[in-house]
């Protein structure tokens, strides 16, 4: 078993989500509150020009440009692209990190709650989703697996050796809520917790079967030829992430007072449902099925 030596709590990716960045000025003021005794802990703010500006990015997503081709291409020099250059040589470098546990912390406009964010697989993310949905049963488990290797990932968690999203909503842009930042400290702490019982080998018993969202794909806002919206997300699926939309249900409302209904063969739980950051590319939400992770002859 590989020890976790060396783990990385990285808030502020986006500038206009709060959340981690005053999770980070929190833990870098009391640094005891993320101290183990078999790890050291490194507190990192990714982007604080886009924070200044009170934008998610100044040039491009911070959070799309961790690819490892993009990463060694000089001609990527905006300061997003230069950023993730950086933090590649702190962190990194990607596939061969000095980090061994990066928890990347992100703020949603959706009503997600605590989710947990897996993009890879294997026994640790799956011992480890176990352990947080046992000791705080509210955690949504997602895994966002690209069955493609880490190197073609363009996400910050990517750098470490293991890496998670924490994502907690709902939350405006720009805006900090308490009951959002204390699930996100709740579920940070516990993935430290866990990180310091996987070192000493004393996890508790994990339950065999531990309910996760497994991501799809996404679907847009309806769009005339003209690249303009024509509709919005029925009110009967906002703010219901993670409840099940069934074929036939309505998903959208168009403007002119007719509906579009899902028109899927199977039952699907959506995610990101009208998040504010992906309406630059009119992503209405994500679709996920739901799965099981299961922990035999782990």
Known sequence: MDKIN??????????????GIYLVKQYQAKPEQVSRSSFNTELVWANPEAHYANKRYLHSDLNRQFKNVDLANPQLANYEQSRAKVLNAQLGPKGNAKTDLLIDLHNTTSNMGACLILTQAGPFYNQLAAYVKMVMPEAIISRD?????AQDHALMCTLGRYGVLVEVGPQPQSVLRQDVLELMDTMTQHILDFAQLYNSQSLPALPKHTEAFRYLHSIKLPMNDKGERLGMVHKNVQDKDYQPIHPGDPIFTLFDGSEIYYDGATTVYPTFINEAAYYDNNLAMSLNEKVLITLDDE
């Open 6 to 19: 060396q783990v990385a709590i990285v808030g502020g990716v986006h500038g206009n989500e709060f959340s």
């Open 145 to 149: 697996e690209d069955h493609f290797a």
